[in-house]
Nanobody
Framework: QVQLVESGGGLVQAGGSLRLSCAAS????????MAWFRQAPGKEREFVAA????????YYADSVKGRFTLSRDNAKNTMYLQMNDLNPEDTASYYC????????????????????WGQGTQVTVSS
């Protein structure tokens, strides 16, 4: 099993920044990719950003491209999401997710791609 714990959420004004962290523990050797999803009240959970765990460039949802940056520290088994220029539409619970292997070049953007999930951290952006 893999355990994921998110942190770093909070309340920020529009235009501000936050940095989320996701610490993985347990059978981390089974992690081949990680992602961030978010879910706003009354809406479905949606993809935000993801990357292969070992190498390769992250990929993003169009709604956050240019504002959010995913990074990872493999030595610490931790993934980060730097969120800049936040707006009220970014208000949501943010979830970290981890997955097993997928074909090379496959972009894992679907919820079903991920087997492990954290409990989420709340991000609230005030106008």
């Amino acid at each position: 099993q893999v355990q994921l714990v998110e942190s770093g959420g909070g309340l920020v004004q529009a235009g501000g920044s936050l940095r989320l962290s996701c610490a993985a523990s347990g059978r981390t050797f089974s992690i081949y990719g990680m992602a961030w999803f978010r879910q706003a009240p009354g809406k479905e959970r949606e993809f935000v950003a993801a990357a292969r765990w070992s190498s390769g460039s992250p990929y993003y949802a169009d709604s956050v491209k240019g504002r959010f940056t995913l990074s990872r520290d493999n030595a610490k088994n931790t993934m980060y999401l730097q969120m800049n220029d936040l707006n009220p539409e970014d208000t949501a619970s943010y979830y970290c997710a981890a997955r097993g292997p997928k074909p090379l070049g496959y972009e894992a953007r679907a919820i079903i791609d991920y087997a492990y999930w954290g409990q989420g951290t709340q991000v609230t952006v005030s106008s």
